[in-house]
Every structure is written in structure tokens, then in C-alpha cells.
């Protein structure tokens, strides 16, 4: 995870497959969630969670909150572009935020909030980051640690 700040956001680019078009035309909400979780996955394999953390360790990230916000909609054979970018960190819990864009109108289709739990596999229950995981976040991203900080619930 070395050199990894704040103001870094990472990306990837998919396409809206014709299986995923609702009754009404455009991509149906489910599909929303699949992607960014999908596409979620291989971002966090820059900040040190990938399936080589999780095998090798036996230890992974539980999403617990998400918060979806849809913006606009998509179509069949629409291009996207997804970013990625941590928001906060504890010594358990990794916040980020995720935006999916139209790759050639450029405009925001839409986004998630979420909060995951770094779990022990072996047991499933909530762990602490190993050391090393930990110092490398404090160390790349220094302004985003929120030690005892908890999040507001959000108004729905």
C-alpha cells in the first residue's frame, strides 16, 4: 500500500450488460450494488486488501453500511467509469466512497457510502488491522485516522 494519499482515486471502467436492463429500460438498481462491489474489490487491492491479504491471512473486510445515492440513470451498452477513495480509518473500520460516472457524457450516475469492518475469518469476528496494515494507513493517509470517532447515522 505504499504511496497511497487521500487525494489519490482510483479507477476502472465497465460496461452495462443488456442482462441487467429492468422492464423499465435502464439498469436495474440491483445491478448498481453488484458493480461497485465487484469493481470495489479490485480498488481495495491498492490500499493492501486484495485476495492475497484474505487467503494469505485469513482476514477481510465486511461491508456493514452502505449508503446508495442514485443520480441518473444508465442504459444498455453504456461505458462507465467507477472511482474509489478511503475516507476514514479506525484500528477496525475502513470508510470509503465509491462514484460510478457515464464514461463518455461524463455525467454522475451514481455513488456509495460504505463501511466495512476488518474481520478474522477463522473466528468471524471484528479484529484490529495487523500491525503493518495499520501503520501503512496512519502513514499514507495521516489526515483521514479517526481514532474513537464514530459515524453519524445517516438520515434516511
Not at 97 to 112: C, L, P
Not at 127 to 144: C, G, Q, R, S, V
Amino acid at each position: 500500500m505504499s504511496n497511497v494519499t487521500k487525494a489519490q482515486v482510483f479507477s476502472c471502467l465497465t460496461h452495462v450488460r443488456p442482462e441487467w436492463i429492468d422492464i423499465n429500460g435502464h439498469m436495474n438498481m440491483s445491478y448498481y450494488v453488484l458493480i461497485f462491489d465487484t469493481h470495489g474489490h479490485e480498488m481495495l487491492q491498492a490500499y493492501g486488501f486484495g485476495d492475497n491479504y484474505v487467503k494469505q491471512r485469513r482476514l477481510g473486510l465486511f461491508i456493514v453500511r452502505a449508503e446508495i445515492d442514485y443520480r441518473r440513470e444508465v442504459l444498455v451498452n453504456d461505458r462507465l467509469r467507477l472511482t474509489m477513495q478511503v475516507t476514514g480509518f479506525d484500528r477496525k473500520r475502513l470508510w470509503f466512497e465509491m462514484d460510478m460516472y457515464h464514461a463518455e457524457k461524463n455525467y454522475h450516475a451514481a455513488s456509495i457510502k460504505q463501511l466495512a469492518l476488518h474481520v478474522n475469518l477463522e473466528t468471524r469476528r471484528v479484529t484490529e488491522f495487523p500491525d503493518d496494515i495499520y501503520a501503512n494507513l496512519k502513514e499514507n493517509l495521516p489526515e483521514l485516522e479517526k481514532e474513537g470517532w464514530i459515524q453519524q447515522k445517516p438520515r434516511l
